[in-house]
């Protein structure tokens, strides 16, 4: 195996502001808690922190998608970073804080980077409702959106709603197997105290829901949050020094593509994360069959279809066989998923709820959702952009 | 019945021809003129062989409709009606996909159902909209 750069780093410490619909606290307030309980949870003191990097790059647009920047929660925070940067919106999906962690702390630039993701999309829709739409503020659309808004296509849902559309067309499923994702995630997230949504739901109650974007019902979709999830990146040699058994990244993959991309390739019944899942498992000796836990991108719920077929981690057409009852996804079964309730119902961290999730359970701090002997566990994230992360314990 | 609310697409010099070839009633894609080869959206190039020689040319506007989505969530509140969002495969090239909507009773739509394109003219936009070819009526 060469020289990884993801094998010259640790995550150390983690920290989660309490989550909001909305919260009464500004975004910056919410993200410095996060970062200050990330930086204790490391056994850090500010003045170890080296870099700074979150996901995306702060926007104006006022739907709260990204209301911090790194710059202000440096300031804020009284850091004396060499390295500040932000994740690109067109970088290797909302992994893109982490991955440029691993590459200046590679280059030697920093050695212990604070990575953080803040949103305020609840906040922002108290003043619209139609803050998070992708129509923009513009009287005229323009780029990508240019080809979906004129046709009211508002929401991502409705773009989604195209690939599960075509999935069960192709494989022969329906709602009776993709609403166990959404049932599996509020079962875990009960258990979850900083979960958004946490009264368990049945399959019936999902059946029920309204319809959003057919075959895509209420429980299909994530939720818009206010929060903060922060995660402290450290060189392997510093990370000794740190409090936890530091968490190895074992091999991470990343690729772009899809529909957000322009000129769309395949029958929309798989993403082009496929690319990063054999990235991923081509810089590791570890298996698909290693996993023990898996955090699964569920901006939608067909995501999560998508997302453990791209990973080998069941095998293509083969995910909603898999799901169908939530046994072999329960904490309990062969394979839990989004053990934290996911972002269908813990809430849009944009994956970071994810890597955090991770982490909380390859720690043991699982509590009432703890995976017994949790050692390696899968994180993935993102459409259009897609970032997967292959995480152990030490 | 009120018209539905649009939000119309800005013209650019890449994509102007597009929204607005239906003005003589016929759908324009960008084509490849070294490998024939077409592609949508449009780009500076061809994006298989490269070639700068691309240009609108006419398709027969007929196409299937490759997946699809009913609409029931009123992202505004203007937009009360189901409406149907599709990828439509154009009939002249396999994974030529134009994003439109199909038009008529939603509960008619289904996966490779044939369409056939009309415009419906907006400003100095003539939207491409798709609706079941006369054959499957």
């Given amino acids: 195996m060469p020289d990884l750069p993801e094998r010259n780093v640790r995550i150390t410490g983690i920290g989660q502001s309490q989550v909001g619909r909305p919260s009464p606290k500004s975004p910056l307030q919410l993200t410095m808690d996060a970062a200050l309980e990330a930086i204790a949870d490391a056994g850090l003191r500010l003045s170890d922190i080296d870099g700074i990097v979150n996901y995306p790059v702060k926007s104006s647009e006022g739907g709260g998608i990204s209301p911090v920047s790194a710059g202000e929660t440096m300031t804020a925070l009284g850091l004396q970073c060499n390295w500040l940067a932000s994740g690109s919106h067109e970088g290797p999906g909302h992994m893109a804080a982490i991955f440029e962690a691993i590459l200046a702390i590679s280059a030697g630039l920093c050695r212990h980077v604070l990575v953080f993701r803040s949103v305020a999309q609840a906040q922002a829709r108290l003043s619209s409702r139609e803050s998070t739409l992708l129509a923009g503020s513009r009287s005229r659309v323009d780029g990508n959106n240019a080809w979906t808004v004129p046709f009211n296509a508002l929401s991502p849902a409705n773009l989604w709603a195209l690939f599960a559309q075509a999935y069960f067309d192709k494989y022969g499923y329906g709602p009776e197997q993709l609403g166990w994702v959404a049932v599996n995630g509020r079962c875990n997230a009960a258990l979850n105290p900083n979960a958004i949504y946490r009264d368990p739901i049945t399959i019936d109650d999902y059946l029920t829901a309204r319809m959003i974007s057919t075959p895509l019902r209420l429980y299909d979709c994530d939720t818009h949050i206010d929060g903060s999830t922060a995660l402290i990146v450290s060189a392997a040699d510093a990370a000794r020094d740190c409090r936890n058994p530091p968490i190895h990244i074992e091999a991470i993959g990343l690729t772009l593509g899809g529909l957000g991309y322009g000129i769309h390739r395949g029958d929309f019944t798989c993403i082009e994360a496929e690319r990063a899942g054999a990235m991923l498992w081509s810089r590791t000796d570890l298996k698909p069959r290693d996993v023990d836990v898996m955090q699964i991108y569920d901006g939608f719920s067909i995501h999560t279809v998508l997302w453990t077929e791209a990973l080998q981690l069941v095998g293509k057409g083969e995910a909603l066989a898999f799901f169908d009852g939530g046994e072999r996804i329960a904490l309990t079964g062969e394979l839990p998923m989004n053990t934290g309730g996911g972002q269908l119902s813990a809430g849009r961290f944009h994956g970071y709820g994810h890597t955090y999730e991770a982490c909380i359970q390859l720690w043991g701090r699982g509590g009432a959702r703890q995976v017994s002997d949790a050692k390696v566990s899968a994180v993935c994230n993102g459409g259009y952009g897609y970032g997967a992360l292959l995480l152990r314990t030490d | ?137």
Avoid at chain 2, 19 to 42: E, F, K, M, N, Y
Wanted: glycine residues 6%; charged residues 20%; contains cysteine.
């Fill in chain 2, 1 to 137: 019945m009120p018209e539905v609310p649009r939000k119309l697409p800005e013209l650019e010099p890449l994509t102007a021809f597009f929204w607005t070839s239906g003005a003589d009633g016929v759908l324009r894609i960008q084509r490849c003129g070294a490998c024939g080869r077409w592609q949508h959206p449009p780009q500076p190039r061809c994006h298989v062989c490269h070639s700068e020689d691309v240009a609108p040319a006419p398709v027969s506007g007929r196409g299937t409709v490759k997946t699809f989505t009913i609409n029931r969530q009123a992202w505004t509140p203007a937009l009360q009606e189901p409406f149907v969002f599709a990828a439509i495969e154009l009939a002249e090239q396999p994974e030529l996909y134009v994003l439109s909507n199909v038009s008529g009773p939603v509960e008619a739509v289904h996966s490779g159902m044939p369409v056939q394109v009309f415009f419906e003219r907006r400003e100095d936009v003539w939207l491409p909209l798709f609706s079941a070819e006369a054959s499957d009526a």
